[in-house]
């Protein structure tokens, strides 16, 4: 049997002990900040939705391609200094019914934004989203307009004036509708083809509306 003793210095245990434990401690948190790194701009890269990542001192970290090439966004920018410049070049907005102007020819971003805070880190930061909703908003804009107007005459239609008659009847004490027709137009688009009638009813509406303007 062969026996060999050795003596331990308990502070160079208590030393061995606490770099294995400082260790384990930054290479996990280390580890885990890589991979919450690394699954971030994998979701970010693959989501449609343009966006902008800021820090807890307001800066951007990241951002979305297309911002950068469509609007010139960059990293470093405030969020305050961001959104001017998008505001420059898009018409921004969280609900539909508030926008003024859905006329405007400027892309409209419909946008979101959430304060968030990774667990296991003392930091939060801020996403913003934003949807391109160009085409939603123009479409409502324009079934807006046909609720109450004809599309090729500009004039108000029947819809309008059902809607309008409960406000003109507490408005007035006596109001009128002129109702108007143009006699032969059956024969006339049967002659002349139906472009040409076409033609006719919008010089119609617009001799109308020269008639009906106010003094």
Known sequence: NFVYTFYLDPSYVAIVV?????????YKRDLGFILISEIRKTLLKNMREMYFVADDTDRLVDCSDA?????????????????????????????????????????????????FSPEAFNVKGTLYLFYDETKFVKLVDKLEYLRSYDEMTGLYNRNHFERSLDTLYKEYDTFGI???????????????????????????????????KPY
Do not use: W
Not at 196 to 202: P, R, V
């Open 67 to 115: 911002l950068r090439e469509k609007y010139g966004i960059e990293t470093g920018l405030s969020i305050s200094d961001a959104l001017s410049k998008l505001k420059r070049k898009a018409t921004l907005y969280q609900n539909i019914d508030k926008i003024n102007d859905k006329a405007k020819d400027t892309p409209y971003l419909y946008t979101i934004h959430k304060t």
């Open 18 to 26: 606490f770099a294995y434990v400082l260790y384990t401690m930054i």
């Open 178 to 212: 002129v109702v108007s027709d143009i006699n032969g137009l059956k024969l006339f688009n049967d002659y002349f083809g139906h472009k040409a009638g076409d033609e006719l009813i919008i010089r119609y509406s617009e001799l109308l509306k020269e008639i009906t």
